[in-house]
């Protein structure tokens, strides 16, 4: 398969990018940075990108900021961060690749697991997840040709973890979140959620 993968340089990214590679499909890298590159806030950027790249069999979006602070502090920068970046960048680069996706191809977008699990200081995070699956769920009825779209849930990412001071020790490496997307790609999920498997909080951690 040929896929995209937005957000290449990213920790998420970078393991999904390897862990696709090692099975065989053709990765595009692709970020602020890359060559071609994408702005995903910027519409025309995201159109200049997908008339470089042509059809793709899948299109995968690990990116995007979301203010992780107090309600009382939150302030309206930070609130069109949120919605700009995380939530309208990934809408995007579905709406915008509609006619590059090629059919039976999948849209593999991500949220967080802050959307069934929020701690203090994540409305606007939370937000953006359920957006992000919502939008998903209904997305999916509108695709034709057997196209579908995913949203991944991945937890705190050890690597992340670590490099903010916190224990690392409950949650997994990007490698293993990898194996979502991954799963995301090959199988056949439409308009659903994804999670990492033992850290699906539907279901507790396993």
Known sequence: MKIVVIGATGTIGKAVVQ??????????GASRSSEPSVDFTDSSSIDRFYETIGEVDA?????????????????????????????MGQINMVRNGLSKL???G??????????YTPWPQTSMI???????EGFAKAAALDLTEGRRIVVVHPPWVAETATAL??????????????????????????GVPVFVEGYDPTQGVQ
């Not at 999948?106 to 697991?113: N, Q, R, S």
């Open 19 to 28: 862990l696709l590679k090692e099975k065989g499909h053709e990765v595009i």
């Open 59 to 87: 299109i995968v979006t690990a990116a995007g900021d979301a203010a992780f602070v107090a309600l009382e502090k939150l302030d309206d920068a930070q609130i069109q961060l949120s919605l700009n970046s995380k939530l």
């Open 102 to 104: 090629r059919p039976d």
């Open 106 to 115: 999948a849209f593999v977008i991500t949220g967080g697991v802050l959307a």
């Open 126 to 132: 939370t937000m953006v997840n359920l957006g992000l």
């Open 165 to 190: 001071g916190m224990d690392a020790t409950p949650w997994p490496s990007a490698a293993k979140v990898a194996e979502a997307y991954l799963a995301a790609v090959e199988g056949d999920k439409n």
